[in-house]
């Protein structure tokens, strides 16, 4: 019989089914990023940016952790909850940007500038954030650099976001690392306006890993979380959505009064859509891939990721 896209709709429940089966047997329970597909947000206990993300892994009780976004995600929520099994459900699901810096190059860094204090963007293997004083997510790096005591901050690895923290804070002088995000850096000057041409009455909300000059045609420069909690409460019926495209099907969910456009077809992150729902329930029936650290960076990077926590929610 030929295959129908019916069957193909078919195979997604019964997919669906065996995950939530797992999910009770195995006491599972499965995080989201924002920019996962469709079919695994809906299947996901909690949707969130990076940085609730980090929070809620920190918490979670369950036995075991499906963490469904990319590799430093997945590790931070070991490093956080070591006591629980952490599983990626694709071991390739990497992150080019956290493979720009090791931490040899930034304890060379370190070494040029010995009175800077060092600020690592989450998106960072846990060697590097091992080797900082403090991580940050994009929704509070200018929060994390202005508490900082030092003039002088060594910002790793995402020079867009570093440039961005630094407009925002003056009186500090960032060092930043040249590295950047290969999704957000494709969204260019002109795929921007051509979209606001388009759409004139839609405000435009980019993420900070875009380029400068793409900020620049900003109204709103937020994180994924971010970009939630404006759309949600602005009084504007259409938005420019500069992030990756998996952000649109939750937006326009729970906007549903209001528009979401992505300016580029070049916004898909390949890595965040390795996730299928094939992998998930594979994934929890095989107990793989589990992502642990080794405990002596484990420590070092935890402190680097609760000294953030500290610095936006408090002790
Ligand atoms: P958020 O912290 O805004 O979710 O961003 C995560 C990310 O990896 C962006 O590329």
């Known amino acids: 019989m030929p295959y129908t896209k019916d069957d193909d709709k078919k195979y997604q429940e019964e997919l669906k089914h065996k995950i939530a089966?797992?999910?009770?047997?195995?006491?599972?329970?499965?995080?989201?990023?924002?920019?996962?597909?469709?079919?695994?947000?809906?299947?996901?206990?909690?949707?969130?940016?990076?940085?609730?993300?980090?929070?809620?892994?920190?918490?979670?009780?369950?036995?075991?952790?499906?963490?469904?976004?990319?590799?430093?995600?997945?590790?931070?929520?070991?490093?956080?909850?070591?006591?629980?099994?952490?599983?990626?459900?694709?071991?390739?699901?990497?992150?080019?940007?956290?493979?720009?810096?090791?931490p040899e190059k930034l304890m060379a860094l370190k070494s040029e500038h010995?009175?800077?204090?060092?600020?690592?963007?989450?998106?960072?293997?846990?060697?590097?954030?091992?080797?900082?004083?403090?991580?940050?997510?994009?929704?509070?790096?200018?929060?994390?650099?202005?508490?900082l005591p030092n003039q002088k901050i060594i910002f790793v690895p995402d020079e867009n976001l570093g440039k961005y923290v630094q407009s925002q804070v003056p009186q500090k002088k960032l060092i930043n690392w040249k590295g950047f995000c290969p999704t957000h850096i494709r969204l260019s000057e002109e795929e921007v306006i051509r979209a606001k041409r388009e759409h004139p009455q839609a405000e435009f909300l980019a993420h900070p890993e875009c380029n400068p000059e793409v900020l620049k045609l900003a109204d709103q420069?937020?994180?994924?979380?971010?970009?939630?909690?404006?759309?949600?409460?602005?009084?504007?019926?259409?938005?420019?959505?500069?992030?990756?495209?998996?952000?649109?099907?939750?937006?326009?969910?729970?906007?549903?009064?209001?528009?979401?456009?992505?300016?580029?077809?070049?916004?898909?992150?390949?890595?965040?859509?390795?996730?299928t729902l094939g992998w998930v329930a594979h994934s929890l029936e095989f107990e793989i891939e589990e992502v642990r650290v080794p405990e002596a960076i484990r420590l070092k990077a935890k402190k680097s990721l609760d000294k953030m926590l500290e610095i936006t929610y408090g002790k």
Do not use: W
Not at 114 to 129: F, H, I, L, Q, T
Not at 244 to 260: I, V
């Open 221 to 275: 420069v937020c994180s994924t979380g971010g970009m939630f909690k404006y759309a949600r409460q602005s009084p504007s019926k259409e938005f420019i959505i500069g992030t990756e495209s998996g952000m649109l099907y939750r937006l326009q969910k729970e906007n549903p009064d209001k528009k979401f456009y992505l300016p580029s077809e070049h916004l898909v992150c390949a890595n965040m859509k390795l996730i």
């Open 114 to 147: 010995p009175d800077a204090a060092v600020v690592c963007y989450v998106n960072s293997s846990a060697e590097v954030k091992a080797e900082s004083d403090v991580a940050c997510t994009s929704s509070n790096a200018i929060e994390v650099v202005q508490s």
């Open 21 to 102: 089966e797992l999910k009770k047997e195995k006491n599972a329970v499965i995080l989201a990023h924002n920019y996962q597909r469709e079919s695994v947000q809906d299947i996901a206990d909690i949707v969130g940016d990076s940085l609730q993300l980090a929070r809620s892994a920190a918490k979670v009780n369950a036995d075991i952790i499906e963490f469904c976004g990319v590799q430093f995600m997945a590790e931070s929520a070991s490093i956080l909850n070591p006591d629980k099994k952490v599983l990626l459900p694709v071991k390739e699901a990497g992150c080019p940007l956290a493979d720009m810096i090791s």
